[in-house]
């Protein structure tokens, strides 16, 4: 079982920036997958972006140019850095991580989500 806390979440200005951290409580080396999704009042949720074992990445249509995912295996966290932020990036994002455990079966964790409104 893999447990995961997004911290960095808050307020910020059209234009400005935020840090979103999630940390497991294992090492994020053997997992499959990890990712950021999002859900915004009234709509559903979606990819914002996700990194993958073989360091493939991919990125919501919406946020290319702009959020960028990492990780930091040593701290067993994954990053997602939000740049240029815009009023239609306020939602609840969540961390999302992906274990293999046979050739047909994948187990799904997810975070508690945190808070994030861009305003004026």
């Known amino acids: 079982q893999v447990q995961l806390v997004e911290s960095g979440g808050g307020l910020a200005q059209p234009g400005g920036s935020l840090r979103l951290s999630c940390a497991a409580s294992?090492?994020?080396?053997?997992?499959?997958?990890m990712g950021w999704y999002r859900q915004a009042p009234g709509k559903q949720r979606e990819l914002v972006a996700v990194?993958?074992?073989?360091?493939?990445?991919e990125y919501g249509d919406s946020v290319k140019g702009r959020f960028t995912i990492s990780t930091d295996n040593a701290k067993n966290t994954v990053y997602l850095q939000m740049n240029n932020l815009k009023p239609e990036d306020t939602a609840v994002y969540y961390c999302?991580?992906?274990?293999?455990?046979?050739?047909?079966?994948?187990?799904?964790?997810w975070g508690q989500g945190t808070q994030v409104t861009v305003s004026s």
């Open positions: 999302n991580a992906e274990q293999i455990v046979t050739m047909s079966q994948v187990l799904k964790y």
């Open positions: 990194i993958r074992s073989g360091a493939s990445l």
């Open positions: 294992r090492s994020i080396f053997s997992l499959y997958a």
